[in-house]
């Protein structure tokens, strides 16, 4: 199981196939040579991660990234770069995930490099 968590971070971030919209569980356990099934059963039993909830946290994760380093950029527009299909998936993954939204974020960034 560990070897193919490795694997599994691998392809995703290699590929940044997180970046993809349309990203399915099959499309994913097929570059890795497994079932869907398997992968599910990978994400859930050793995770403890839905196959969205661990696509959602890569996204996240560069939104993160990007709003750190691209201050100019428009921050609906990193979501949509990074995956997600909609605004407001963005915004309600982000707050779920960090616990604060995107916006609150890129002002808590700014304020510390200001101080």
Do not use: W
């Amino acid at each position: 199981a560990a070897a193919l968590t490795t694997k599994l971070d691998r392809i995703i971030s290699e590929g940044a196939l997180y970046k993809n919209p349309d990203l399915k569980l099959n499309d994913l356990a097929s570059k890795m040579g497994i079932s869907g099934h398997q992968l599910s059963q990978l994400l859930n039993d050793n995770l403890g991660k839905s196959f969205a909830a661990y696509i959602n946290e890569y996204r996240v994760n560069e939104a993160c990234q990007m709003i750190a380093k691209q201050k100019h950029i428009k921050l609906e527009a990193i979501g949509y770069e990074v995956g997600f299909n909609s605004k407001s998936t963005f915004y309600s993954t982000f707050k779920k995930h960090k616990n604060t939204t995107p916006t609150l974020y890129k002002e808590q960034l700014t304020a510390v490099a200001v101080s």
